[in-house]
């Protein structure tokens, strides 16, 4: 969708912003272009909807070289959303939210009308929200509306330079998981700018790490922070890249104990060659757990002395969820289903089970093999 063939920009005082940059973002792709400041992002953003002109090289979208485009065409195309947001003083938000439709001959009632939508969309209510101004909302309002506006003529691209950088961290994280949600909707194809690179690997399908006016890496989020391919990148992503990488890998089934396991009608098993076995009701769903010593001990169906797990995740769930479930629950194991609330059993995931996944994950993500060829034993 967005193809950079060995881009270069030199400004004219001689810095060279740009490298010799090429890569491709697939279209409905979320790539991050993540690294310190003042190398290069935002030369490459800029010069996709022609803000910049490359020195050498070109930039296919769509297929088409965009110098041969009308920049103003070309931008149609794009929303932009920044840092400084640039709303309009003057006018409401929900003017502000109207421009770009209107501007591109929208009836001004059916402009208002889906700019309303789109307040709604971003989390701010139309009637609550739409006849202020900018000066009368707060930071992270302000950057709802800048996103609201940038989809406001439903581009296909999307291009967003650091447009959280500006908030505090709390509502930076809640404007994320909004954005999450709205692109696992809209499926745009994204470039997204920060330095952050927390915020990088939480949203990016991949993750352009930059060094000075080059791309050092760009993989998935798990691939960078498992193997990074320089020690630049290494350095980049912190000392911690274990600890972040759980938040991008999933618990697959493969990573999974099995535990003894037994029914609510079913009677107490005496012997049981566990401390504890997993309690499923009929339809092999999750129901609780009982412990070997009351089950050894006690009167009556396993129904009459199981406890119900409130320790449980759906598969694909991340395992660094899995370690703060285990954690707000004091538990020793959590139990893993195959999809929200009462889901078919499919295992329990243990620290040490989860010690493992993510050694054979990072492996697997090295060799570019699947988790399940991976044998721990071979991992170093
Ligand atoms: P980033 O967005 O990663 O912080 P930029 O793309 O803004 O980086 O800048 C990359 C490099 O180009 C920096 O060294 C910056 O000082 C330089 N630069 C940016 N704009 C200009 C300009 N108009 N003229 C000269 N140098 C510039
Ligand atoms: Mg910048």
């Known amino acids: 969708m967005i193809r950079f063939e060995h881009v270069t920009k030199r400004y004219p ?9 090429s890569f491709e973002v697939a279209e409905g792709e979320l790539v991050t272009l993540v690294g310190p400041s003042g190398c290069g992002k935002t030369t490459t953003m800029k010069m996709v909807n022609r803000l910049i002109e490359p020195t050498e090289g070109r930039i296919l979208v769509d297929g088409q070289d965009i110098s041969a485009v009308d920049p103003v065409r070309l931008r149609r195309r794009m929303g932009y959303v920044i840092q400084q947001v640039g709303l309009f003083p003057h006018k409401t938000v929900l003017e502000n939210t109207a421009t770009v439709p209107h501007l591109l001959g929208t009836r001004r009632d059916r402009a208002r009308a889906r700019a309303a939508e ?49 908030v505090d961290p709390v509502v930076r994280e809640r404007l994320q998981s909004e954005f999450l949600k709205l692109q696992s909707k809209m499926r745009k194809t994204v470039l997204f700018v920060t330095h952050d690179i927390e915020e990088a690997v939480r949203l990016g399908d991949r993750i352009a790490v930059y060094g000075h006016g080059r791309i050092e ?24 890249r274990g600890l972040k990488r759980l938040s991008v890998t999933p618990i697959e089934p493969g990573d999974l ?10 009677p ?34 396993v129904r009459d002395h199981a406890r119900r797990m409130e320790a449980w995740l759906p598969v694909g769930a991340s395992l660094k969820q899995a370690f703060a479930t285990m954690l707000q629950h004091d538990a020793g194991w959590i139990a893993v289903i195959d999809r929200e609330e009462r889901g078919r059993f499919l295992g329990v995931l243990t620290p040490a ?21 991976v044998d721990v034993e071979t991992v170093s």
């Open 13 to 21: 005082d001689g810095t060279t912003a740009v490298d010799d940059l």
């Open 118 to 166: 789109l307040l709604d969309l971003v989390g701010l209510d139309p009637a609550t929200y739409g006849d202020r101004y900018p000066d009368q909302l707060s930071g992270g309002q302000r950057q709802r509306v800048g996103v609201a506006r940038a989809l406001a003529a439903d581009p296909p691209v999307l291009l967003m330079d650091e447009p959280f950088g500006a």
């Open 217 to 240: 890496q760009l993989d998935t989020p798990a691939t960078v922070l498992g193997a990074p391919a320089t020690p630049y990148v290494a350095d980049f992503v912190g000392a911690d």
């Open 257 to 266: 104990e099995q535990p003894p396991v037994v029914h609510l009608d079913d």
């Open 268 to 301: 107490l098993p005496r012997a049981l060659d566990s401390r504890w076995a997993v309690v499923l009701d009929r339809e092999d769903n999750l129901h609780g757990w009982i412990s070997a010593d009351v089950a050894a001990r006690g009167e009556g169906s």
């Open 353 to 373: 089970r989860l010690h493992e996944a993510l050694r054979r994950s990072t492996a697997a993500d090295a060799r570019a093999v699947p988790r399940t060829d």
